[in-house]
């Protein structure tokens, strides 16, 4: 059973310090917020994208939450579009707009809002599973510990997942253990009275093994009063300082571009779709 | 006994339909992982049967009796219980003809009191309430569970939650009863309870298959033992032909109950290598040496 | 050091909140390189004793504790469980919940670290406890991936990696198949005969303990009730079931071929084992064949 989404691999991204990998995730979050515009996170998207094919090639499409992404683009774009209150022009296929019952009808600058959100949420998706799925717990662990967060705690985030494959086995065992005793699951009420003979056993058997691990840990002489050895080493490399100043001097260049001039949005004069990518009324 | 025959090791022996409970055939379990847990099992579990079904961990006997009850679905073959294909009957409408003890209590129990866990699964089974209450008393008599119906089962002792846990499915009143690793946390005095419930249920008519590592509780209660290693069955007979095949005990990674061990050391001195207990031993010794 | 490896003075211990105490007035003393196998109904008090040998009792597991526990000539009271885990090892029956890492050799390297030792010398530790419990060249496997029996070896090389003199096991084998079974018990006589660590276990398979321990506790409602080598103690069948603890096979066939007075057996050197019982039997045995015979 898989424990993490971590994919093997010897690729620039894995080779990286895991913690440059944090910088890129923050700098990520913090880039596409700059500006109200479009284009930012899709460079983001298109750089992290690039890199990850090249790191895990397609098995980045098996990744369940890559797989979910569309279905979150999506659901977020056509709410926006309907429901955001900055929505004044209404979308016209032909004559008609789009309409919907009690939402009403689709408006561009809703629309617009609605990418530039999904973009958003993509281009930090991109940049947080660059971190998971090309660094290994184990780094992960160290590198947490690293930027100044105590070990414990960071051994922590190390034992939880410990514990997901163990509890993942754990629930399907009691599944079945109810189900030979004809648990009823036919609908929806039957199904949500269910969950009380599976989450019983589940939680009072982790509280059980949780206790276990408490007296593990302290036979194991966690948190002794000395300087814990650290087993892994992990340091920057040339291509980690290029790689965070690159990034780095990208969020000062959206700055500059803010400060001179503003947020960048052209989401009142979108009236095509892509409209919603480019300023196609500017450029003509 | 019933009229499965002994002597035929492979088991592609059919007994009379009338009297099989569960009928295997031709059985390939694939998981989704790809690992190849069942290859190409036949086997069939009879009425008033005592079967030990043993292993190593990973050779797929949990695999095998979790498609008794539908619990798992052959990737190729077809189990009949009591001549219904399992693949297409739910695996609550097979808990009234097979019930499945699993090994870790914890697993199964949730309910505040014991009696409130003896009522869950015959509910679950709709039946009227004048008739869940009638089968929840003939349960706690049979179980001697008087001292702990109030109580919460998790504050009873492992020994006493085992016993539960094995009443909760009794009651439901399957004729086949599937016991997962019964002695697993089981100290001498709850292995001694356990032992005359099997008895008990065993008297009662219903048949019993035991999934276990424990040899020599193995030779005390079951007729019949299947080995299983590497996905395949690899012996189907009685206990005192098994334990003299030291092919099958080598294959399957398994040794003999001491007792047994220490009979087939002495039969040069005409001590029959098929003694199962100490009972046996003891009588052994004595004819020896008359 | 002398040759005692660990001592219980008059220790009395009850558990927070409970008035019966979990243990009552227990004076143990184990020697260096002993083999001490533990038995008892459940709620005798195995695993207590066990808490108490590295520190659990009193340190993390709180209640009140009477009396005197010294290991490695040092009260345990005055000491902490970080610290004890260098002399003690203890093993738990759970395998999976003692699993603290994901990766196998980060997991023995764990303790090691805790202690703060140098990196190199963690490597080293990692290789040869690995080795011994013959899990070296998995040191990159998922801790997961493992069958029980491999877990519950690498639990062991997890707390020998610490450099413990005693080696305390709780139930070692109560999730494993009899492969995991032997496995765990082959590598705990090699390191008791070989390394002369001093192993206690507590057990049900009375069958394997006759066959290895050298010394063996009854514990009865929080109180040592029988302690003696595996014969003396096992043969007091009838003491031992009033306990509820099992008797090995071979032990409660020549009890009862003696009290049937089939065979008479010398109460102290009632065999334990199938190697010894065969061999008395046999004498017996032979001699009615040659009678027959001449």
Redesign the interface.
């Known amino acids: 059973m898989k424990t993490t989404l971590y994919i093997p691999g010897n690729s620039i991204l894995h080779r990286l310090d895991p913690r440059t990998k944090m910088v890129w995730m923050v700098c990520a979050m913090v880039s596409v917020f700059i500006l109200n515009n479009p284009l930012v996170p899709l460079v983001v998207i298109a750089v992290l994208v690039t890199f990850l094919l090249v790191a895990v090639k397609g098995k980045l499409f098996e990744n369940a939450l890559v797989r979910f992404l569309p279905i979150v683009i999506l659901t977020v774009t056509i709410t926006h579009g309907f429901v955001n209150p900055v929505g004044i022009t209404p979308i016209m296929i032909g004559t008609s707009p789009i309409e919907l019952p009690y939402f009403g009808m689709m408006k561009w600058e809703g629309l617009y809002y609605g990418v530039l959100l999904a973009l958003r949420i993509s281009a930090v998706f991109f940049a947080s599973i660059t971190l998971v799925l090309t660094t290994t717990p184990e780094d992960l662990v160290s590198a947490i510990a690293k930027i100044g967060i105590p070990y414990s705690y960071a051994s922590m985030f190390g034992m939880s997942l410990q514990m997901i494959p163990i509890m993942q086995e754990e629930a399907r065992i009691i599944v079945q253990a109810q189900r030979a005793r004809a648990l009823r699951e036919n609908n929806l009420k039957e199904k949500i009275q269910a969950l009380v003979p599976l989450f019983v056993p589940l939680a009072v058997g982790s509280m059980q093994r949780t206790e276990t691990t408490a007296m593990v840990l302290e036979a194991r002489a966690f948190g002794a009063p000395v300087k814990r050895t650290e087993l892994r080493v992990i340091k920057f490399n040339t291509i980690d300082y290029v790689l965070i100043t690159a990034f780095v001097l990208f969020i000062i260049f959206l700055i500059v571009l803010r400060v001179v001039y503003g947020d960048l949005s052209w989401m009142y004069s979108v009236r095509s779709f892509w409209g919603l990518f480019w300023p196609v009324h500017l450029s003509r | 006994m019933i009229s499965n025959n002994h002597k035929n090791n492979k088991s592609q022996f059919i007994p009379d339909a009338a009297r099989t409970l569960v009928q295997v055939k031709d059985l390939v379990h694939v998981y989704p992982t790809g690992t190849r847990a069942l290859e190409n099992i036949n086997v069939s579990v009879g009425e008033h049967e005592k079967l030990a079904i043993i292993g190593q961990n990973g050779s797929g006997k949990t695999t095998l009796v979790k498609h008794f009850n539908g619990l798992l679905q052959p990737t190729e073959g077809t189990i009949l219980v009591h001549g219904a294909d399992t693949r297409k009957t739910r695996t609550a409408v097979l808990a009234k003809t097979v019930g499945y003890v699993f090994q870790n209590p914890n697993h199964q129990l949730f309910c505040v009191t014991v009696a409130e866990e003896l009522r869950f699964g015959l509910r679950n089974l709709r039946l009227p309430p004048d008739e869940i209450e009638q089968k929840v008393k003939e349960t706690i008599e049979l179980f001697k569970l008087q001292p702990y119906l109030d109580v919460h089962p998790y504050s009873l002792s492992m020994g006493a939650r085992k016993l539960v846990a094995i009443a909760s499915i009794f009651a439901m009143g399957p004729q086949l009863m599937i016991l997962d690793e019964p002695t697993t946390g089981q100290d001498y005095e709850s292995k001694k309870i356990l032992s005359q419930v099997i008895g008990m249920m065993y008297e009662s008519g219903k048949s019993i298959v035991f999934v276990s590592h424990d040899m020599s509780f193995v030779a005390e209660h079951a007729d019949r033992a299947i080995v299983m290693s590497r996905a395949h069955i690899v012996f189907d007979g009685s206990l005192p032909d098994l334990f003299i095949r030291q092919d099958v005990l080598n294959e399957a990674d398994l040794r003999p109950p001491h007792i047994t061990q220490l009979s087939q050391r002495l039969s040069d001195y005409g001590v029959s290598p098929r003694v199962l207990n100490v009972a046996e031993m003891v009588s052994e010794v004595r004819r020896c040496l008359a | 050091m002398d040759s005692q490896a660990l001592k219980l003075k008059d220790v009395t211990y009850w558990y927070p909140g409970t008035e019966k105490c979990a243990l009552e007035k227990i004076n143990l003393e184990i020697k260096t390189g002993e083999f001490v196998g533990i038995v008892g109904?459940?709620?005798a008090g195995r695993s207590t004793l066990c808490?108490c040998m590295?520190g659990?009792v009193p340190?993390?597991l709180g209640g009140k504790m009477e009396g005197e526990i010294i290991v490695h000539g040092i009260d345990t009271a005055k000491s902490?469980?970080?610290?004890i885990?260098?002399w003690v090892?203890?093993v738990?029956s759970?395998p999976?919940?003692?699993?603290?890492?994901?990766?196998v050799a980060?997991e023995v390297?764990?303790?090691?670290?805790?202690?703060?030792?140098?990196?190199e010398k963690?490597a080293q530790l990692v290789q040869e406890n690995l080795k011994l419990v013959q899990l070296d060249g998995l040191e990159e496997r998922?801790?997961?991936s493992l069958?029980?029996g491999q877990q519950q070896r690498l639990a062991i090389a997890?707390?020998l990696a610490?450099n413990p003199d005693i080696l305390i096991l709780d139930e070692p084998t109560?999730?494993?198949?009899?492969?995991?079974?032997y496995e765990v018990f082959s590598i705990v006589t090699k390191l008791n005969r070989e390394n002369h660590t001093t192993v206690v276990m507590v057990e049900?398979q009375v069958?394997l303990l006759a066959e290895f321990a050298d010394r063996i506790l009854v514990l009865d409602h929080g109180n040592i009730i029988l302690d003696g080598p595996p014969g003396e103690v096992f043969s007091q069948v009838d003491k031992l079931s009033a306990v509820?603890?099992?008797v090995?096979?071979?032990t409660?066939?020549f009890r009862?071929?003696d009290h049937?007075a089939?065979?008479h057996v010398d109460q102290a050197t009632t065999p334990v084992?199938?190697e010894k019982?065969?061999t008395e039997?046999?004498k017996?045995?032979?001699k009615?064949?040659d009678a027959r015979l001449s």
């Open positions: 109904a459940n709620g808490y590295n659990l340190h993390s902490t469980t970080a610290e885990a260098q090892g203890l738990f759970d999976e919940a003692q699993l603290t890492q994901l990766l980060d390297a764990f303790g090691p670290a805790n202690l703060g030792l140098p990196r963690i998922n801790t997961h069958s029980g997890s707390v610490m109560s999730n494993l198949d009899p492969r995991g079974t049900y069958d509820g603890v099992q090995p096979q071979v409660k066939l009862q071929l049937e089939v065979v084992t199938v019982g065969s039997l046999a017996v045995l032979k009615t064949v």
